[in-house]
């Protein structure tokens, strides 16, 4: 494989997959086939010319920023967040949660259990 010339290169220089893994991802951890099957699934914009793919630098960032994960926010609130209650209240929300309306399901099932008599379906047996 022969690299082009650094200064010859542009984000929107059409590459051949190749090429443009080892610029894309200089680490080796893309390859050639990785990126052909993200172009040929629609999750990496390409050019098909000749049967040949050609991918941009341009369009690997983009794929890039598309698969970014972004960071989970804590859920824990920072020291400098200031809470309605007072310190050292030992009142607890009066909002129903999840675990109040899961229980209540529960009961619910349990009771509706309870009250349907349990019948077997009959087994057809096949001779």
Do not use: W
């Not at 893994?21 to 000749?50: C, T």
């Not at 598309?66 to 400098?80: E, M, Y």
């Not at 529960?106 to 057809?124: H, V």
């Amino acid at each position: 494989m022969k690299l082009p010339a650094p200064e010859t290169i542009t984000p929107t220089t059409p590459l051949r997959l190749e090429v443009a893994a080892e610029l894309g991802f200089p680490d080796g951890s893309m390859s050639a086939g990785a990126l052909r099957r993200l172009a040929a699934s629609g999750k990496l914009a390409h050019e098909k010319i000749a049967g040949k793919y050609f991918i941009t630098l341009a369009a690997i960032e983009e794929m890039r920023a598309s698969c970014r994960v972004r960071a989970k926010a804590p859920d824990l609130p920072s020291k400098d967040q200031k809470t309605d209650s007072q310190s050292g209240s030992s009142e607890t929300d009066s909002a129903p949660s999840a675990l109040d309306a899961m229980n209540a399901l529960a009961e619910e099932l349990i009771e509706s259990l309870q009250t349907k008599p349990t019948t077997r379906p009959k087994l057809r047996r096949r001779f």
